[in-house]
């Protein structure tokens, strides 16, 4: 019991009654924090709290991780296998194998009927590296489509295309501990105490201690940008332009790291030449920061012993998203702020396995890095894997966001969706849910049986979520961490490898491939398999993993048997003794000429459309929604509004506005801040069936991301308010 002042209110924390705290990481963004739930006698889990000895979080949890544990009995689970002929009518509850014969036997009768590639995959960032390892050798070795995706194309394929192009492969190079290094950071579109709450206070921290300027790129006075030495309020969509300007005025003063340049890198000419044509006069008119700021900022950066920049979805979900990262990297590169304490170009990932996606998933190739275009890689992993390698594809197929034009085209017939749900996510989604109905067979396979997605389902399998199963997860700092099984699943539903392994026994018909039933033996062939490559972590089990609250890959083999502490493993990428991955070693600079294509404000529809996140909500709110003690803060979809723009359309505080674009139109309460300029209006994208419905999502060419933040829209003030408020309940699906 604590007391408050006078001793005469005291405040009451209730006594849970934990028996017993168990181990796992937080399954919700990507900083990667270590979490102990604690379980009361009947072995029900009643409490979250952070880890003090973890390195990433250092006892610390963020409001979604304090009620994780809320997560298990939480309303919707799905507890039972369910089949239908059509998705029109009512759902019957099955048994395992009657459900998974019945997947199987519609996706080879799709794939006979129409070929390999007419069914789809979709997964996520959200499953345990072991369950994407597994789920992409099923795939890959014996499914054979090539139309395997998932959903983490919506959040970072932009970083990763922009890694590869700059460094020749994926992987952040930097990690939190650069935080207290650095002199100087730069936020590109990231909104770090909201999205990653604990990432934040790493920073916070070292800011507070060091004293190094922060500078946010962002058109929207984030709670970032509200701590920052300058806010630079960017025209939506022009980063790029803004970063060539800094590289002209760096280039043009001489401030570059020529050294570095002319020892780690190809292409400093070409670069030249392009940014010559920035000039920051010229700049300032196309992405609205003015000249002299963009020198004082480019003098800065090149200037700081040790300058950082990190950066999320503002950059990424652009049609210039691909672009971007490049730019990042190029003036990281061309300032030799790679590879040294508190030098780094870090990308902030989002979904809490994103990373573990990108490295094992084999969606974008084959496992660990391995690309289908390249001959070798095709080789190895056949043999490894016992698989003829003709059977794998030469070149990688479909992105997720081309997948459902695909559908609307005829060519996709058959989908299995994998713990997503992009009736909620996808932009336009009038038009997924056009697409999805075409399917001849779908699906569904989640925690949830209630999401949007599987009303057009023909077959739901229940999949245990986060702590009911067993594996590890990668953050946004290579660190991988271990959850472990604190309750067990709920109801008849099964872990996701449990189900994979099922529907491998089903296509492996003649018993070559292999798939181990335990994640702690796939997790050491997954580590065979990495040997040598840029992220091995074939030093690390999932006891050592344990035992040090995560380990930072790579950790070779090596370094275990000499005993090397872990934390000396892969704190930073592309160090002295390290080279880019290209053959030649070198990293590339990369010229950005920049095209203005994205949907921009005009009269008929005069306002930008941003969205983004809350703090209290992750994703589409599917777990979120659920749990009261996130919901009640932000239970209904809303829309900030600058007061003078509301002032100008009789718009008052709470009133009900109706945005209206392109594509559709969505009811949201008007909320008047000051963090939206007068030609802009941000909504959360947390919210079914709204801000979606506007979203255009025009994508970028190399990683085929949606430009989810570029969209425009008009504002409509609504007479009725009683009729504006049902119709907006009916958006409030949880
Ligand atoms: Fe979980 Fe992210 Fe919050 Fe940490 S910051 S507790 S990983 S949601």
Not at 49 to 68: P, Q
Not at 200 to 206: F, P
Not at 327 to 355: D, E, H, R
Not at 502 to 516: D, I, L, Q, S
């Amino acid at each position: 019991m604590l007391f408050g002042r006078g001793k005469k209110n005291p405040i009451k924390i209730a006594d849970k009654k934990v028996k017993e705290w168990k181990y796992a990481t937080c399954g919700y963004c990507s900083t990667g924090c270590s979490i102990e739930v604690g379980l009361n006698s009947e072995g029900k889990a009643v409490s979250s709290r952070g880890v003090g000895s973890a390195d990433v979080n250092r006892g610390k949890l963020c409001l979604k991780g304090l009620f994780e544990h809320e997560l298990f009995d939480s309303a919707g689970r799905g507890s039972e296998p369910k089949i239908r002929d059509s998705f029109h009518d009512e759902w019957r509850v099955t048994d395992w194998d009657t459900a998974l014969d019945r997947t199987y036997s519609e996706i080879r009768r799709i794939q006979e009927k129409y070929g390999r590639d007419s069914v789809a995959v979709i997964s996520t960032g959200q499953m345990l590296t072991e369950e994407f390892y597994t789920l992409g050798k099923l795939t890959r070795g014996l499914i054979g489509t090539n139309n395997y995706d998932g959903n983490t194309t919506l959040c970072m394929a932009s970083a990763v295309s922009g890694y590869k192009r700059s460094f020749g492969s994926d992987g952040p190079p930097g990690c939190y501990e650069d935080f207290e290094h650095t002199d100087m950071l730069i936020a590109w579109g990231s909104n770090l105490p909201e999205q990653h709450p604990i990432i934040y206070w790493r920073m916070k921290e070292a800011q507070e201690k060091k004293g190094f300027p922060l500078v946010v790129v962002d058109p929207r006075v984030t709670m970032l940008a509200q701590n920052a030495d300058r806010h630079l309020t960017i025209t939506p969509g022009t980063d790029v332009v803004l970063m060539n300007a800094m590289m002209h005025v760096i280039l043009d003063e001489g401030l570059e790291d020529r050294r570095y340049i002319e020892a780690n890198t190809n292409g400093i000419e070409e670069l030249e030449a392009e940014v010559a044509k920035y000039d920051p006069k010229m700049a300032q008119k196309i992405c609205g920061i003015d000249e002299d700021t963009i020198r004082i900022i480019a003098r800065q950066f090149a200037k700081a012993d040790a300058a950082m920049q990190i950066w999320t979805m503002g950059i990424n979900q652009s049609t210039h998203g691909s672009d971007g990262v490049v730019g990042i990297n190029n003036l990281a590169l061309l300032t030799g702020n790679i590879g040294k304490p508190g030098g780094t170009s870090l990308s902030i990932t989002g979904q809490c396995n994103a990373m573990g996606t990108r490295e094992w998933s084999s969606c974008s190739g084959l496992p660990n890095h391995r690309y289908l275009e390249n001959e070798q890689d095709r080789i190895d992993i056949a043999k490894f894997w016992n698989v003829d390698v003709d059977f794998f594809p030469t070149a990688r197929g479909m992105f997720q966001t081309d997948i459902y034009q695909a559908m609307e085209l005829g060519q996709i017939k058959g989908l299995w969706l994998i713990a997503t749900n992009p009736l909620s996510s996808l932009p336009n989604t009038a038009r997924i849910r056009k697409a999805m109905e075409q399917l001849e067979f779908c699906a569904v396979q989640d925690c949830y049986e209630d999401t949007e997605s599987a009303q057009y389902a023909h077959v739901y399998l229940p999949a245990g979520t986060w702590a009911e199963k067993e594996g590890v997860m990668t953050n946004t700092e290579r660190r991988i961490n271990l959850v472990k099984p604190i309750v067990k699943p709920h109801g008849n539903s099964k872990p996701d490898l449990w189900i994979f392994n099922r529907m491998a026994e089903r296509f492996n018909t003649e018993g070559k491939v292999n798939f181990p039933e335990k994640a702690a033996d796939i997790f050491l062939e997954m580590g065979e398999l990495s040997k040598g490559r840029l992220s091995d972590n074939s030093g690390m089990t999932h006891e050592l993993i344990e035992k040090y609250r995560g380990i930072q890959w790579p950790y070779t083999k090596e370094q275990a048997e000499r005993g090397e502490v872990p934390p000396k493993g892969g704190v930073r990428l592309y160090t002295e003794d390290a080279t880019f991955r290209y053959p030649d070693g070198k990293a590339k600079l990369i010229p950005l000429p920049f095209i203005d294509n994205n949907e921009v404000p005009d009269e008929k529809f005069p306002y930008w459309l941003n969205t983004g996140r809350l703090i209290e909500h992750w994703h589409g709110r599917t777990k979120t929604g659920k749990l009261s003690n996130n919901n009640k803060y932000s239970p209904i979809p809303f829309a900030e509004m600058n007061p003078d723009a509301a002032k100008e359309l009789g718009v008052l505080s709470g009133d009900y506005i109706r945005l209206v674009s392109r594509r559709s139109d969505a009811i949201v309460m008007a909320q008047l801040t000051h963090r939206v300029p007068k030609n802009m209006v941000f909504v959360p994208f947390h919210f079914h069936d709204c801000v979606n419905r506007l979203t255009l999502g025009l994508l970028d060419p190399h990683s085929r991301q949606p430009a989810y933040k570029q969209s425009a829209v008009r504002i409509e003030r609504i007479e009725d308010q009683q009729e504006a408020a049902r119709l907006s309940m009916e958006m409030r699906k949880f």
